[in-house]
């Protein structure tokens, strides 16, 4: 019979699972150094050098503190103010007024009155020393790749379109505000030789970085087949084959691809697993383009059809992702499609995409409140007009 560990020991082992020497060392030479630079890269050394003795350690330390508090957001920052001055008040208060300490110099005795603590109070101090080290290295580490993630953020925004297009009487205009830094939502504007004006919408599951980097994999490929000038059902079938072998199994994308002719209004469109747009015609009546297959990513075989539709003089044709119609209030109530298509014909008369986009993220945002969106928001707009 195989005797089971005392539950102290199991817990001991598996608190100091993967415990390297090496790599506590370097928690002190290395993570400790590289957080030191991190906060004082905006000090000014040379100056501090040239400071006297007395003055250089006490202005150094306060500039330091200064760097990382402001590194803080204010509310946190006020947090670790309380939690600094409540540390002072703790050590007054464990003071225990002043003790003699001789010294046996042959043959003088010096006698020396130093502060004596509450006995555990240098355990206490030694405590907070050692979270306040583990505090400064781990938001140190969360400002780096936080400012790693904004680059990563001004890159992916670089690489939508920007501003309003326009194709014949038509004006198109995209607009998307991620959930977290970087987002996997996405969409494209893009001009054809022949005169057709391709707009795509699409949403890479889950969020963050991995469906970033999917979704910037999505667009190359994407511009590269559009490039080639294949018919539609093949371009996406071909985008399916390539996300299936470059993407993880678990990863998926739902996109909507569309060719808009300017010539006559007509709309060629594939839809795979996306939310079918909605068409707002001049009548107040919205359409839905129905229809479409699977997500990219899904199946390696996966088929897909075309259909048509016409946006006429007057209407709007609105792509979204589902981040728009599942946005919850606080009490977990979603926006819907009903309030976007409220939002849609409380601006019937609005021909404008971008002012029509940006009502839609409004009305989302107003119904979410003060409370953090779940998922990204992205809406694209193509309208019609006569001029």
Known sequence: MVEKPDPPKRFFDEYTRGFDRTEFQRLFTRDTADAYRYFSRGLDLNALALAPWYKRWPTHARLFFIAFAMRLSPARRVLYAFALISAVIGLVQLFDGFSTVRFFLFPFTLELYLPAWVEGTSWMVLAFFAIHLLVLMEVADRLSLKGELEVARDIQLAMLPFGLKEAGDARVFGTTRPANTVGGDFYDILPLEDGRLLVALGDVADKGSPAALLMALLLAMLRTLVDEGLESTRLIARLNVQI??????????????????????????????????????????????????????????????????TVGIGDALVLYTDGITEAEDRNGVAFEDEALEAVLRDRQAESDPEVLARAIISAVESHAGDLRLADDLTVAILTRTNS
């Open 244 to 309: 299936c072998k470059h993407s993880p199994g678990s990863r998926f994308i739902t996109f909507f691809y569309g060719l808009y002719n300017p010539a006559d209004g007509s709309l060629e469109y594939v839809n795979a697993g996306h939310l079918p747009p909605m068409v707002r015609r001049t009548t107040g009546e919205i359409e839905r383009l129905e229809g479409g297959g699977m997500a990219l990513g899904m199946f390696e075989n996966a088929t897909y059809e075309s259909r048509r539709a």
